[in-house]
């Protein structure tokens, strides 16, 4: 079965610093997508970085990284330099294809990240 | 604004009854994915369409279902609602032409749905 393992229920970092969430997967496709969200407290969700599993090299995007170690099957979220509206809750994904037939995403339970000024 | 709509943004009713909820894909997103996001099951994948058919089933209760419009819009309905249904509903849509190829989804805003 299909698994997302997000241990940190919740951290806190001082603004500019930098900051790991962990996340470890689990799944027998050879070929998988994992991803990061953020949702703030506004509730929306919003799309922050993907990485694919034949990808050689780290997805970035701006502040965000993603630490892929495929072997110990982590994908990692780093964020540089905190800033206060990087306060939100953050989930890992994973594509769950199921045979080929969807692409749906399969959830960690999120870590409430709070950054302090 | 990822493009993707969802009516209403809140929705507050009893137990028992029924509700409808409203998804409206980015232009050209031939796919719709359902999701639930609740304080106890977190957030999980419920149904997906794809141009007007059903092609992936999560955690979806009985009392729940969906259909996808030849104008592709999406509803889920939630019947004989129950305390525990309350919870955070997003639909997200994409592109999805070639099913091999993973496409971003793009969430809408959420129906905040309260069951008193």
């Known amino acids: 079965a299909q698994k997302i393992t997000q241990t940190q229920p919740g951290m806190f970092v001082q603004e500019k610093e930098a900051v790991t969430l962990d996340c470890t997967y689990d799944?027998?496709?050879?070929?998988?997508?994992l991803f990061w969200y953020k949702q703030p407290s506004s509730g929306e969700m919003i799309f922050l970085i993907y990485?694919?599993?034949?990808?050689?090299q780290n997805a970035t995007e701006g502040r965000y990284s993603l630490n892929f170690q495929k072997a110990r099957k982590s994908a990692n979220l780093v964020i540089s330099a905190s800033q206060l509206g990087d306060s939100a809750m953050y989930f890992c994904a994973m594509r769950a294809r199921d045979g080929g037939a969807t692409n749906k995403l399969i959830f960690g339970t999120g870590t409430l990240l709070a950054v302090q000024p | 604004d990822s493009g993707v709509t969802q009516t209403p943004k809140h929705l507050i009713t009893a137990t028992g009854q029924r509700v409808t909820l409203r998804c409206s894909p980015r232009s050209g997103d031939l796919s719709v994915y359902w999701y639930q996001q609740s304080l106890d099951q977190g957030l999980q994948f419920l149904i997906q369409?794809?141009?007007?058919?059903?092609?992936a089933k999560g955690n979806i209760l009985e009392r729940f279902s969906a259909q996808q419009f030849p104008d592709l819009h999406s509803e889920l309905n939630l019947s004989s609602l129950e305390l525990g249904d309350s919870a955070l509903y997003f639909c997200?849509?994409?592109?999805?032409?070639?099913?091999?190829?993973?496409?971003?989804?793009?969430f809408g805003p959420g129906t905040r749905l309260t069951v008193l």
């Open positions: 990485q694919g599993s034949y990808d050689e």
């Open positions: 997200a849509s994409s592109v999805d032409w070639d099913r091999d190829v993973y496409n971003e989804q793009f």
């Open positions: 369409y794809y141009n007007g058919e059903e092609r």
């Open positions: 799944t027998s496709d050879q070929s998988y997508g």
